[in-house]
């Protein structure tokens, strides 16, 4: 691991090198847990535009730490506790006629009843488990874009995944 | 392996071959593949860095330039501070004093010179000195004026006036005298103006006013070279200057110190300055520290 030259992070280069490394997933993250009502892009740029601000406090090996918690206070400012409902997007069927209607139509009941829990997990889980399961990241990456442990991870999306069975058992 | 372990595995992409077949056997398999395979439905709307960084960077790169003004502005405003600071200290009064014993060279702005006797000060204008050539002197000193505008020597008694000359000034207790050595010097003293040639002398001491034609033409003064010459002069003003010359307190109380003296005393020996000084008189001193008693022999 190469050592940071400098204190901190006031330079055109390596901001554009660390917006571009984070900026996706930072968009992501804000929209797993909070939905998409409150602007989670807008957040992204508010969160980039003050770390730029304290360029001159911020180390390197800070900075992404710095950026996911300004951003998550960013959106706690503009939020109370609500229930967050995630878009469902359709995908698209590769052929329709091979699915009968019933097919079609126990599929879209199935995908409601996911999205009801989703929004019945609890924050961290419906977080930890959507970078899983939709962003395809392993343990290890979404432990170090959240600042907790690899174990904790595990707990949440594990903790995730048999909740949501049994709420799609329930309903 | 139990099944909790299998299915975290299968979540964390780590399931070696052995074990994903194991993991396909479970009865909750094929429930929780399709729990997966829905979730892809949930993914994020999308968001291309490359493209929003292009629209941060006008507000993040005007912000910098913010940070770049304001530095350059609270730089600007320390050298202000430190120019008017600088100019206001050069539009001050330069002052060169001597101490008892204590001869000094001072050269002005236009590289005129100033020799400064002992116990002596001068006061002029470093900034002001190209329009106004102007020296308050309090003390003695020797003047070799460089040819220019008009010269002014300002004293408590009187203002010596030249255009560039060798002349020396010498403004004491009861004691005002100008001798010019070269060139011509206007003196403005006691409400009447008087012109010397080189070689003349003006006194004005304890109340006697006398013009007189030194014999001797020397160049300069002989204090420059370490002695302090005296024609006809009172010995209470030769007592005066032999304590700006040493450190050293006199008593004359025995003596009448209106004696007028003729002669001249070194700076650079006590006892030889003070038998100088007392014998042609026929007086004697005693010495005790720095304090001196001079008797009648």
């Given at each position: 691991?190469?050592?940071?030259?400098?204190?901190?992070?006031?330079?055109?280069?390596?901001?554009?090198?660390?917006?571009?490394?984070?900026?996706?997933?930072?968009?992501?993250f804000l929209y797993y847990k909070f939905g998409e009502r409150l602007n989670p892009e807008d957040k992204v740029q508010e969160a980039f535009i003050k770390v730029w601000q304290n360029c001159s406090k911020i180390s390197p090996d800070k900075a992404k730490s710095f950026l996911f918690t300004t951003a998550n206070n960013l959106m706690l400012n503009a939020v109370a506790?609500?229930?967050?409902?995630?878009?469902?997007?359709?995908?698209?069927?590769?052929?329709?006629?091979?699915?009968?209607?019933?097919?079609?139509?126990?599929?879209?009941?199935?995908?409601?009843?996911?999205?009801?829990?989703?929004?019945?997990?609890?924050?961290?889980?419906?977080?930890?488990?959507?970078?899983?399961?939709?962003?395809?990241?392993?343990?290890?990456?979404?432990?170090?874009?959240?600042?907790?442990?690899?174990?904790?991870?595990?707990?949440?999306?594990?903790?995730?995944?048999?909740?949501?069975?049994?709420?799609?058992?329930?309903? | 392996?139990?099944?909790?372990?299998?299915?975290?595995?299968?979540?964390?992409?780590?399931?070696?071959?052995?074990?994903?077949?194991?993991?396909?056997?479970?009865?909750?398999?094929?429930?929780?593949?399709?729990?997966?395979?829905?979730?892809?439905?949930?993914?994020?709307?999308?968001?291309?860095?490359?493209?929003?960084?292009?629209?941060?960077?006008?507000?993040?790169?005007?912000?910098?330039?913010?940070?770049?003004?304001?530095?350059?502005?609270?730089?600007?405003?320390?050298?202000?501070?430190?120019?008017?600071?600088?100019?206001?200290?050069?539009?001050?009064?330069?002052?060169?004093?001597?101490?008892?014993?204590?001869?000094?060279?001072?050269?002005?702005?236009?590289?005129?010179?100033?020799?400064?006797?002992?116990?002596?000060?001068?006061?002029?204008?470093?900034?002001?000195?190209?329009?106004?050539?102007?020296?308050?002197?309090?003390?003695?000193?020797?003047?070799?004026?460089?040819?220019?505008?008009?010269?002014?020597?300002?004293?408590?008694?009187?203002?010596?006036?030249?255009?560039?000359?060798?002349?020396?000034?010498?403004?004491?207790?009861?004691?005002?005298?100008?001798?010019?050595?070269?060139?011509?010097?206007?003196?403005?003293?006691?409400?009447?103006?008087?012109?010397?040639?080189?070689?003349?002398?003006?006194?004005?001491?304890?109340?006697?006013?006398?013009?007189?034609?030194?014999?001797?033409?020397?160049?300069?003064?002989?204090?420059?070279?370490?002695?302090?010459?005296?024609?006809?002069?009172?010995?209470?003003?030769?007592?005066?200057?032999?304590?700006?010359?040493?450190?050293?307190?006199?008593?004359?109380?025995?003596?009448?110190?209106?004696?007028?003296?003729?002669?001249?005393?070194?700076?650079?020996?006590?006892?030889?300055?003070?038998?100088?000084?007392?014998?042609?008189?026929?007086?004697?001193?005693?010495?005790?520290?720095?304090?001196?008693?001079?008797?009648?022999?």
């Open positions: 691991m190469s050592q940071p030259i400098k204190d901190n992070i006031c330079e055109n280069a390596f901001f554009e090198h660390f917006y571009k490394k984070y900026a996706k997933d930072l968009h992501n506790h609500e229930k967050v409902v995630l878009k469902y997007n359709k995908q698209p069927q590769k052929s329709a006629t091979k699915e009968s209607p019933e097919f079609v139509m126990q599929e879209k009941e199935y995908h409601q009843k996911l999205q009801k829990a989703l929004s019945n997990l609890t924050e961290a889980q419906r977080v930890a488990f959507l970078m899983n399961r939709v962003e395809g990241k392993r343990f290890k990456e979404i432990a170090s874009l959240l600042d907790i442990s690899t174990k904790a991870v595990e707990k949440r999306i594990y903790g995730a995944l048999k909740k949501l069975r049994e709420d799609i058992k329930e309903l | 392996m139990n099944k909790d372990e299998l299915i975290k595995k299968w979540l964390d992409n780590n399931l070696n071959s052995q074990e994903q077949k194991a993991f396909e056997q479970l009865p909750d398999y094929k429930e929780i593949i399709r729990l997966g395979n829905a979730m892809t439905s949930f993914k994020a709307p999308e968001f291309i860095a490359d493209k929003s960084f292009e629209a941060l960077k006008p507000k993040i790169y005007t912000k910098s330039h913010k940070n770049w003004y304001r530095t350059l502005l609270r730089i600007a405003a320390v050298l202000a501070l430190g120019f008017s600071i600088y100019y206001y200290s050069g539009s001050l009064d330069t002052n060169i004093n001597t101490d008892i014993a204590q001869l000094t060279t001072v050269e002005l702005p236009d590289t005129s010179e100033v020799e400064l006797n002992a116990n002596s000060s001068i006061t002029y204008n470093n900034r002001k000195w190209e329009e106004n050539r102007e020296v308050h002197l309090s003390g003695e000193a020797f003047f070799k004026v460089a040819k220019g505008k008009k010269f002014d020597v300002i004293t408590n008694d009187g203002i010596v006036s030249v255009l560039g000359t060798q002349f020396n000034v010498k403004q004491r207790k009861n004691y005002f005298e100008v001798t010019c050595f070269e060139g011509l010097v206007s003196i403005k003293y006691n409400g009447s103006e008087t012109k010397l040639k080189p070689g003349n002398t003006v006194k004005l001491i304890d109340g006697k006013h006398l013009i007189a034609k030194e014999n001797i033409f020397a160049s300069a003064p002989t204090w420059l070279e370490g002695e302090s010459s005296f024609t006809e002069i009172p010995l209470k003003h030769v007592i005066s200057e032999l304590e700006n010359h040493y450190n050293l307190t006199v008593d004359s109380d025995e003596v009448d110190t209106s004696r007028l003296f003729t002669g001249s005393f070194t700076h650079k020996n006590l006892d030889l300055a003070l038998k100088s000084i007392t014998i042609p008189l026929n007086l004697g001193y005693n010495k005790s520290g720095s304090s001196i008693v001079l008797r009648r022999e």
